[in-house]
């Protein structure tokens, strides 16, 4: 296989924590690089990077680490309310569901009941070509049930990133 790998960058209490993100070509879900059923950690960039270079791992963008701010979730947790940041939440909700993939773990926002939300929350981030800008909004419930996706994310974060 000739696996292109991504850096990215777990901030909580301003510890930072580096991952290597992949999409397998014999899969549809992405992953995180494992050590048996451990993912691989690394304390800086360096390390990645000399990692990488002596299994022979293609990185790819090192110059464009994605970054996850665990402190951000948590503060969109108690902070949600109807004028979200789309994007955010996507981010949160999209690498959550990779660090599942990875641990072979079911994630709460896969489930169809959440499909809804997840939709209006992806068109919000406005990634359409040509298309208009869409703003959505959400009721009680839909903020219910993004609160409790999110505070998901956070507990898999805690468990397994942080």
């Not at 451990?38 to 299994?55: C, P, Q, T, V």
């Not at 022979?56 to 402190?71: A, G, P, V």
């Not at 990779?98 to 079911?106: A, F, G, H, V």
Request: net charge negative; hydrophobic share 35%.
């Amino acid at each position: 296989m000739n696996l292109e790998y991504y850096v990215i960058n777990a901030i909580y209490n301003c510890r930072n924590t580096y991952y290597l993100y992949y999409y397998p070509e014999d899969s549809d879900k992405d992953s995180l690089a494992m050590n048996g059923e451990i993912l691989l950690r690394f304390e800086s960039i360096e390390k990645i990077i000399s990692y990488a270079k002596n299994n022979k791992m293609k990185l790819c963008e090192i110059d464009r680490i994605s970054k996850y701010d665990i402190n951000r979730l948590e503060y969109l947790i108690s902070h949600l309310d109807d004028r979200l940041n789309c994007s955010e939440i996507i981010d949160f909700w999209n690498i959550t569901d990779t660090i599942c993939n990875s641990i072979k773990k079911d994630f709460i926002g896969n489930k169809k009941e959440y499909n809804f939300v997840y939709n209006e929350l992806f068109g919000g981030c406005n990634t359409a070509v040509n298309a208009y800008e869409y703003h959505p909004s959400f009721d009680k419930n839909a903020l219910i049930s993004i609160k409790k996706v999110l505070k998901e994310c956070f507990i898999l974060f805690k468990e397994y990133i942080i």
